[in-house]
Structure formats: structure tokens, C-alpha cells
């Protein structure tokens, strides 16, 4: 038997991206979203996990960077495990946490160079503005919040838009 090195074991091993999210409402329970200019639709506040960092280390820096506020990032709503699709080679983990609410977007500093505005929409709104996988995700962090629950979701990619 001929042994490999940690370094090539590891390099043949899956890769999968790492992501979390900000799930923010208004008192009337709509849901916060950004639209960034670098994708056709909306979704929450939130981006990619950084080296070092821990999902939630992640959200909050999201947070503080996309919306020029510090929120407290409360506890695990989800996890969505995203295949790939589109650009993208990789499949991606995307953490959503509850991080509370705020009465509207009077005081948010939306960071420039990726995002062009943020509102608060209620589900019927964001179907128009978002792909379905993320709808998926909104009703399922609906249900965890109200409910108290988490939720763990895995869809194939023939349920994404481009």
C-alpha cells in the first residue's frame, strides 16, 4: 500500500463553499433584502465565510459591512445546502440566522460597491424579486422563526433560475 501525503490527500477531497446570512424583518414581519449588482435578484444581507471566520463571525461581519450597522446575530434558523449551478463549480452551505428586527431602512448604509438598495417585503413581494430555491428558503425560515424550529434543506438544481 502506497500512502499519500495530508497535503494531496486533502486536495482531492469535495469542495464546498461556505455562506450565512442575515434574516431581518420589519414589526409587520417583512423580510429585509438587498439587491446586489452583481446578480439579477434580490436576497438577504450576507456573503461567503472567510477564512478563520465561523458562520455567525461571518453574518455579523456581513452585517456591520453591507448595512453600516452592528446587529446581533441570534440563533441558527437554517442550513441550505446549494449544488452547483451557473458559474459557480461548487456546492454551497448557506447558514441563515435570526438577527431580529428593525422598524425600516431609514438609518442603513448600504455598502456601494455591491449593493444598489435594500426594503422590506412580505412573501408575495419577494416571490417577484427572488429565484425559487431562495423562496424555498425564505417560507422555511419563516416556519423556524414562528415556530421555534430549524431547518435543513437540500434541492436539486433543477429548481434554480439563472
Known sequence: MVAISPDEFYARLNKTLAGAGAFITDPDGRVLLVKPNYRAHWLWPGGHVDEGETPDQA?????????????PVGRLLGVHWVPPFGDRPVPLVHFLFDCGSLAGCDGLVLQEEELDECGFFDEDEARALMPSYLIHRLHAALDARRHGTTFYLT???????P
Open 59 to 71: 453574518c455579523a461581519r456581513e452585517i456591520v459591512e453591507e448595512l453600516g450597522m452592528a446587529l
Open 155 to 161: 434541492e436539486g438544481s433543477h429548481e434554480y433560475m
